[in-house]
């Protein structure tokens, strides 16, 4: 009952609580703080990066800390869509944080842009998911792809290891559907949270089963840990990883240690491996250039989400502009309607194409082959 007063609450609120304006309200999500900051930190940052203005519209940003959260990013978006009255959300840097939101975006009809990488939060599609929309690739592309790749390198045995949440049982689920195909066995299944500070009963499970190679499903610096235990124990087998390790944060203090991990992961991460005309290429220069001339630093992948995000809304937003004004529930559904509707766009994360029944929009054109050499990320060819 409470959750339906909520509902009808939103929906009232957002129907009849401001007149029309002229800006276009986004409101964002992301773990600044918590076991997610890592994610969060580079996205907080790219903020001042993001365009002002578009389709000759102000655009205002409202930013807002989860804390790594569910709790209070399901906190936070109701702030955004009751009191701040946003055309759209994007977030959470996380996948659990996240799916709460999904509630959020349908009760109050507004277009919802997570910067988490879980396929479930746009699959299967439902009433909810109608309003979900996703930048990272999901799961089953990079999954398919790396299976793929280690089946190549002559792996027949797989060990896992992944983060507690969403995100490390999401991979788990794609890798163990579609490992058999390939002619793999995985012969563990350990896990441990983003928070630990030690992985070394999970390396020591996983070696006790004397796999030709190791699969790691984590991401941000926490992904350093059980590649970290398991070399330092002696493994010397293959092992593997995810794009969620496509950070410099990553290599800086993995060093050694995870020399030699390769992931299939996105175009920012071997962007100066392509060449210059390559639109991939194009399309990260133009945000390196931007994120730089706001905070005088490089940027990572995570920046990149949030760039690409906005990117998106870049596309949707002059033709939602053509049939309702910000601050409207025509405008938010008008929005939503154009963000499907996105073709051949080119992001840091991969070429996107909306639909109405793929609310990602990749396939593995954007999942490319990447390994760490020589403390630099690099294109395997």
Known sequence: MRAALTAIGIAAMMAFGSPARADVK?????????????????????????????????????????????VKGLQNARRLVIQD??????????????????????????????????TAI??????????????????????????????????????????????????????T??????GLTVTTHEVYARGD????????????????AVFIASAGTPAVLPQQALRERGYAGKIFQTHGVATQEFIKLGKENVEGAVFAGEAFSIADDLAAEDPFRRANDAFVSAYQAANGDK?????????????????????????????????RAALRDELERGKDVYLNNGLSN????????????????????????????
Not at 94 to 114: G, N, Q
Not at 177 to 182: D, E, I, Q, R, S
Not at 305 to 323: E, S
């Open 26 to 70: 986004v409101g964002i999500v992301v773990s600044a703080t918590g076991p997610g900051s890592a994610l969060g930190q580079p996205q907080i940052k790219a903020v001042a990066a993001l365009p002002k203005e578009i389709g000759g519209e102000k655009i205002v940003y409202i930013a807002l800390d989860d804390e790594s959260d569910s």
């Open 85 to 118: 009255q946003v055309d759209v959300i994007i977030g959470s840097s996380l996948t659990p944080v996240t799916m709460p939101m999904l509630d959020v975006a349908l009760e109050s009809r507004t277009p919802l842009l997570s910067l988490a990488a879980s």
């Open 122 to 175: 746009v699959q299967p599609m439902d009433d909810k998911r109608k309003w979900a929309f996703k930048v990272v690739p999901n799961d089953d592309i990079m999954a398919a792809a790396m299976l793929k790749y280690i089946a190549k390198t002559g792996v027949k045995t797989l060990g896992f290891i992944g983060v507690s949440d969403g995100y490390g049982e999401g991979y788990y689920q794609e890798v």
């Open 177 to 182: 559907k579609l490992a058999p195909k390939l």
């Open 197 to 212: 500070t030690s992985v070394t009963g999970q390396a020591l499970q996983v070696m006790a089963t004397n796999p030709d």
């Open 299 to 331: 940027p990572n992948i995570f920046a990149a989400h949030l760039w690409d995000t906005v990117t998106l809304l870049k596309g949707a937003i002059p033709g939602a502009l053509k049939a309702a004004k910000p601050g409207t529930p025509g405008f």
């Open 354 to 381: 909306m639909s109405p029944t793929d609310h990602n929009g990749y396939d593995e054109r954007s999942a490319f082959l990447i390994k760490v050499e020589g403390g630099r990320f690099r294109l395997v060819k």
